[in-house]
């Protein structure tokens, strides 16, 4: 079982970042691999980034890519999501999820959830 909250998410201008945070509780972090998922009201979950249970292999939606960065660090149970250069149609709200086993990028790949932490990006 691993429980996950997202924290980092608020109000920023058109260009400008914002640093999404993960933590997740349990003892065996590192044996998951980790994805970034939005969602805005109306419309469905759209996949943003994973990242395995390394670090080392990484994949990013191309609507983000070039601008957002997946990352991780094992050691503190945390994984992280770096955005730059955000655009108003970045607005959600973001959601971490944890899948036992190799990256994934559908939703119904991963088994943990959490609550979501929202990004609003004004014009």
């Known amino acids: 079982q691993v429980q996950l909250v997202e924290s980092g998410g608020g109000l920023v201008q058109s260009g400008g970042s914002l640093r999404l945070s993960c933590v997740a509780s349990?003892?065996?972090?590192?044996?998951?691999?980790m994805g970034w998922f939005r969602q805005v009201p109306g419309r469905e979950r759209e996949f943003v980034a994973a990242?395995?249970?390394?670090?080392?292999?990484?994949y990013s939606a191309d609507s983000v890519k070039g601008r957002f960065t997946i990352s991780r660090d094992n050691a503190k149970n945390r994984m992280f999501l770096q955005m730059n250069s955000l655009k108003p149609e970045d607005t959600a709200v973001y959601c971490c999820?944890?899948?036992?086993?190799?990256?994934?990028?559908?939703?119904?790949?991963?088994?943990?959830w959490g609550q979501g932490t929202q990004v609003t990006v004004s014009s």
């Open positions: 990242i395995d249970w390394s670090g080392a292999i990484t």
């Open positions: 349990g003892r065996t972090f590192s044996r998951y691999a």
């Open positions: 999820a944890a899948r036992y086993g190799g990256i994934g990028i559908g939703s119904p790949d991963y088994a943990y």
